[in-house]
T-cell receptor
Framework: GESVGLHLPTLSVQEGDNSIINCAYS??????FIWYKQESGKGPQFIIDIRSNMDKRQGQRVTVLLNKTVKHLSLQIAATQPGDSAVYFCAERTSYDKVIFGPGTSLSVIP | DGGITQSPKYLFRKEGQNVTLSCEQN?????MYWYRQDPGQGLRLIYYSQIVNDFQKGDIAEGYSVSREKKESFPLTVTSAQKNPTAFYLC????????????FGQGTRLTVV
């Protein structure tokens, strides 16, 4: 069936270092892949998305990489800051109006 | 100040009672969604609506009901048929041409005792 999963449930990173959060997906027909950030007690916030015909997209301090050969998605955060501490979800759009979320990775930034 | 508002933030109910969670948006978005989040887990889709007076079941619709009588509002009713209703409920909306960029409310934490 359709599923989106994560390789690492928790990640600790030193402040100033780069963070890499990984995600595996199984639905080859998904046309968009998305990253969301969720801070404690709040709703998720959109970070960045990437269309399935791209392999890289950059935003402000973030880069998303898509490897369709191995069905792998990653989010890279440059110069990680304490404010980046949160749970990060990858998600995929499996049909025009349906988005499936993965289980999440908790990122903890060590000052 | 545009956004999506869920109320209340915390809700307690006795087992066997129906309860309705409110979700309102002033972003003029066509699409609205309800997700359920359990501790340490991702979001699971309950119901979604692309247009007024129309909605579709998500992956875990059993025990829930919704209505979409107005574009701005998408209330969710957790019925007594829902076996494990205690959870964090999130409402979201998106424009029809940017479905991937959903805007979420702050969530309602429902506890059924």
């Amino acid at each position: 069936g359709e599923s989106v999963g994560l390789h690492l449930p928790t990640l600790s990173v030193q402040e100033g270092d780069n963070s890499i959060i990984n995600c595996a997906y199984s639905n080859s027909a998904s046309d968009y892949f998305i990253w969301y950030k969720q801070e404690s007690g709040k709703g998720p916030q959109f970070i960045i998305d990437i269309r399935s015909n791209m392999d890289k997209r950059q935003g402000q301090r973030v880069t998303v990489l898509l490897n369709k050969t191995v069905k792998h998605l990653s989010l890279q955060i440059a110069a990680t800051q304490p404010g980046d501490s949160a749970v990060y979800f990858c998600a995929e759009r499996t049909s025009y109006d349906k988005v499936i979320f993965g289980p999440g990775t908790s990122l903890s930034v060590i000052p | 100040d545009g956004g999506i508002t869920q109320s209340p933030k915390y809700l307690f109910r006795k087992e066997g009672q129906n309860v309705t969670l409110s979700c309102e948006q002033n972003l003029n978005h066509d699409a609205m969604y309800w997700y359920r989040q359990d501790p340490g887990q991702g979001l699971r889709l309950i119901y979604y609506s692309q247009i007024v007076n129309d909605f579709q079941k998500g992956d875990i619709a059993e025990g829930y009901s919704v209505s979409r009588e107005k574009k701005e509002s998408f209330p969710l009713t957790v019925t007594s048929a829902q076996k494990n209703p205690t959870a964090f409920y999130l409402c979201a909306s998106s424009s029809s041409d940017r479905v991937t960029e959903a805007f979420f409310g702050q969530g309602t934490r429902l506890t059924v005792v």
